[in-house]
C-alpha cells in the first residue's frame, strides 16, 4: 500500500473530521499555481502516467464528491490536462439505471475500476450511497433491496461495504485517492446567480440544485459520515478547499503527483532472457 501524502486538507483516519471545522477557503499561504508552475505540474504528471502505464503493476483511482457548482469538472479538466488519453478514463455517474438496480450498490462502480496501468475518474461515485440517498432515503424504495430496511444501521454496513472493497482494490495494487471539493454554501449562491447571470453559462443551470440546496446540513452531515468512515491510509480522503478554484486545482494535482512519486513507479527492467531477445532482434533488422 502506500503513504498518503501529508497535507492540511486530510481527513484523519480516527474519525475525529469535523466538518465545520474543514475551510472552504484556502488554509496555507500556498500559491496558486503560476503558469510555469501549472505546466510544470502538468509535465510531471504525464511522465509519471507513462511509467505508471509502463510498469503496468499498479491502477489509480480518483474519486471526487462535492456539492453541485464546487468544480468538480474543471478540477477534472485540469488536473488531468495533458495525460495521455488513452491512460486514463472519466467516469460520471448520474441516477443509477434500472439495470443498474438490479445489482447490488457496488456494482456499478465496479465495472468502471481502472485496470493497471491506468488513471481512472470518478465523478460522483459509490459514494452517492450514502451521500445523496442517505439525505433522501426514500430513494432505498427503488433500490429492490431484500426485506425490510433499517434505517438505523443501514448506513453503517454501506460504509463498511465502501470501506472493505477499497481496502481490499489496495491491497491488489489499486491506489485510491479521494477528493472532497469543499464549497461554501454561500460560494454555491454566488456561482448559481453567475450561471444564470450569464447568457454562455445558463446551460448549467439547474433548477432543481436549487432545490437540493435546502438540504445542505443533511448533506453536511452524510458527508462528515461517509469522510470519517472510509478515509483511511489506504483509501484517504483530502477535503480541499473549493472555493478558490485555482487554488483548489493546484491542491489537488500536488496530491496526485506526490502519491505517484511516492509508490516507486520504475519503467520495467529487461531481463536476461530479453536482453538475449532483444540483441537476437537487433542482428536480425541489421542484417
Ligand atoms: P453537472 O451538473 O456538472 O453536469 P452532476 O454530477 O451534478 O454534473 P447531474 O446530472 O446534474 O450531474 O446530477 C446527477 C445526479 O445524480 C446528482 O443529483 C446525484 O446526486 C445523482 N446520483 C448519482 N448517483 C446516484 C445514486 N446512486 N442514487 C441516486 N442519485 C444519484
Ligand atoms: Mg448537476
Known amino acids: 500500500m502506500f503513504e498518503a501524502p501529508a497535507s492540511p486538507y486530510l481527513v484523519p483516519f480516527d474519525g475525529n473530521f469535523r466538518i465545520d471545522e474543514a475551510s472552504t477557503v484556502p488554509i496555507t499561504d500556498g500559491h496558486h499555481h503560476s503558469g510555469v508552475h501549472r505546466k510544470a505540474a502538468t509535465d510531471h504528471l504525464k511522465q509519471l502516467q507513462r511509467v505508471l502505464a509502463a510498469g503496468d503493476r499498479h491502477a489509480v483511482l480518483l474519486v471526487f464528491q462535492?456539492?453541485?457548482?464546487?468544480?468538480?469538472?474543471?478540477?477534472?479538466?485540469?488536473?488531468?490536462?495533458?495525460?495521455?488519453?488513452?491512460g486514463c478514463q472519466v467516469y460520471s455517474f448520474k441516477k443509477p439505471s434500472s439495470q443498474e438496480l438490479d445489482h447490488d450498490f457496488l456494482w456499478r462502480t465496479a465495472r468502471c475500476l481502472p485496470e493497471r496501468g491506468r488513471i481512472g475518474i470518478f465523478n460522483r461515485s459509490?459514494?452517492?450511497?450514502v451521500l445523496v440517498v442517505r439525505v433522501h432515503p426514500q430513494i432505498l424504495a427503488s433500490q429492490k433491496l431484500p426485506g425490510e430496511v433499517n434505517l438505523e444501521t443501514i448506513w453503517d454496513d454501506r460504509l463498511k461495504s465502501i470501506r472493505e472493497q477499497e481496502e481490499h482494490l489496495a491491497r491488489n495494487g489499486?491506489?485510491?485517492?479521494?477528493?472532497?471539493?469543499?464549497?461554501?454554501?454561500?460560494?454555491?449562491k454566488r456561482r448559481f446567480l453567475a450561471r444564470l447571470d450569464h447568457p454562455e453559462r445558463n446551460w448549467k443551470f439547474e433548477p432543481r440544485d436549487v432545490v437540493e440546496r435546502r438540504h445542505w446540513d443533511d448533506y453536511m452531515f452524510a458527508y462528515q459520515e461517509a469522510l470519517n468512515a472510509t478515509s483511511r491510509p489506504w483509501a484517504p480522503w483530502y477535503?480541499?478547499?473549493a472555493d478558490d478554484k485555482r487554488y483548489m486545482?493546484?491542491?489537488?494535482?500536488?496530491i496526485v503527483i506526490a502519491t505517484l512519486k511516492g509508490i516507486g513507479l520504475r519503467y520495467p527492467e529487461p531481463?536476461?532472457?530479453?536482453?538475449?531477445?532483444?540483441?537476437?532482434?537487433?542482428?536480425?533488422?541489421?542484417?
Open 126 to 129: 459509490h459514494y452517492e450511497e
Open 174 to 188: 489499486t491506489v485510491i485517492l479521494k477528493f472532497f471539493l469543499n464549497v461554501s454554501r454561500d460560494e454555491q
Open 249 to 254: 486545482r493546484a491542491r489537488v494535482a500536488d
Open 271 to 287: 531481463t536476461d532472457d530479453d536482453l538475449e531477445r532483444f540483441a537476437e532482434a537487433r542482428r536480425e533488422l541489421e542484417a
Open 239 to 241: 477535503a480541499i478547499p
Open 66 to 86: 462535492a456539492m453541485d457548482a464546487a468544480g468538480k469538472d474543471s478540477t477534472i479538466r485540469a488536473v488531468m490536462q495533458g495525460v495521455d488519453p488513452s
